[in-house]
């Protein structure tokens, strides 16, 4: 029998939130190999708010899925057939930008097998290892260049790039205060983490509690959800500050133009760079990236958690839990089992 592929397709644009009937999960055959080409089964498929980007037809840093085609997504795949001389089967190996497909076949020489690291379990690929990682690394070390004794706010927090921010922050002796939604959140990043103090959203008065935590004002923010929580960390950046402009979750649901920030000015002010980054503007400079926090990883110095959900079909579904905060560290489907170890 023809082994069955299944896929997500694009049917529509979501408005709003994405609903069910914006994408169709499709089943088809599999078609045998070509020279040098290689067949994956995905293990982990990763879920981040850029996700919901590609769904809309916007002028962005990468064009949108097409209406018809495949969901695109990142992962960790097994290989399980190979034509191509550097791959063989049983190999793990990051899909880049790939898709949400059970299977799907590559170019052998776009495909590097994953190192095997002593005591580093397969899903610190996805979180401190992987993009994620790297988007924390150098958001950080490279645009918010933080100097021990300086204060870093981090939005997102409890996040999967969050979380990998302040502690690097940690490590380069500076004050860390994370905002997050919940006080099981806010308790993982104070006692878990090491973030110096941590401030509920849901239930605080955001601007007093930086003032009680940022008693010397704010060097550093490291920016991934916008709105009125930007709004008071800008209101209290100090002179030279930085702000790496990774992401604006609070916007990317909206569907109507989003006003702000209302602080504006006060960038003027306090002369503080902002600047939006991509991660794969750093995709040049990961082998860098990936040593650091590999030895960081393997020293103890970094925590992190998995959000894992089962289930090839219940990855639109679970979109969702990012943009309403109830994901604690980096959120990834387990579609197929992990090979063993």
Not at 182 to 204: H, M, R, V
Not at 311 to 334: D, T, Y
Request: glycine share 12%.
């Amino acid at each position: 029998m023809t082994e069955m592929n299944k896929t997500w397709i694009l049917r529509k644009r979501p408005e709003g939130e994405v609903k069910e009937g914006d994408l169709e999960l499709v089943e088809s055959p599999l078609e045998p190999l070509k020279d040098g080409e290689v067949r994956t089964r995905l293990i982990y498929l990763s879920l981040d708010p850029t996700n919901r980007i590609w769904m809309s037809d916007v002028d962005a840093y990468l064009p949108p899925v097409g209406i018809g085609d495949p969901m695109r997504g990142g992962g960790l795949a097994v290989v399980t057939e190979s034509k191509f001389d550097g791959l063989s089967a049983g190999d793990i190996v990051n899909t880049g930008l790939g898709s949400w497909s059970l299977y799907s076949t590559h170019p052998g020489q776009t495909l590097t097998a994953m190192p095997k690291l002593p005591g580093v379990p397969l899903t610190a690929f996805m979180g401190p290892l992987g993009a994620t990682g790297m988007t924390a690394y150098f958001g950080l070390m490279d645009i918010g260049k933080p100097k021990a004794g300086e204060t870093v706010v981090v939005s997102a927090a409890a996040g999967a790039v969050g979380s990998m921010v302040g502690q690097i922050a940690k490590i380069q002796g500076c004050r860390v205060v994370g905002i997050a939604g919940s006080d099981e959140k806010c308790k993982w990043l104070t006692e878990t983490a090491g973030f110096d103090a941590a401030i509920n959203y849901k239930s605080e008065d955001v601007g007093a509690a930086l003032d009680k935590h940022c008693p010397d004002g704010i060097d550093v923010n490291f920016e991934n959800v916008g709105g009125k929580i930007m709004d008071q960390v800008i209101a209290r950046l100090n002179d030279f500050s930085r702000m790496p402009l990774c992401g604006l979750i609070s916007t990317y649901n909206a569907t109507e133009p989003v006003p702000g920030p209302y602080n504006f000015s006060n960038l003027l002010m306090r002369r503080t760079l902002v600047k939006g980054f991509i991660v794969i503007d750093y995709f040049p400079r990961f082998p860098e990236g990936m040593q650091q926090m590999a030895g960081w990883l393997m020293e103890g110095k970094l925590k992190f958690e998995t959000d894992i959900v089962k289930g090839l079909e219940n990855a639109p579904a679970s979109l969702s839990r990012l943009f309403e905060g109830k994901n604690l560290g980096k959120l990834i489907v387990e579609v197929s089992e992990p090979p063993a170890s």
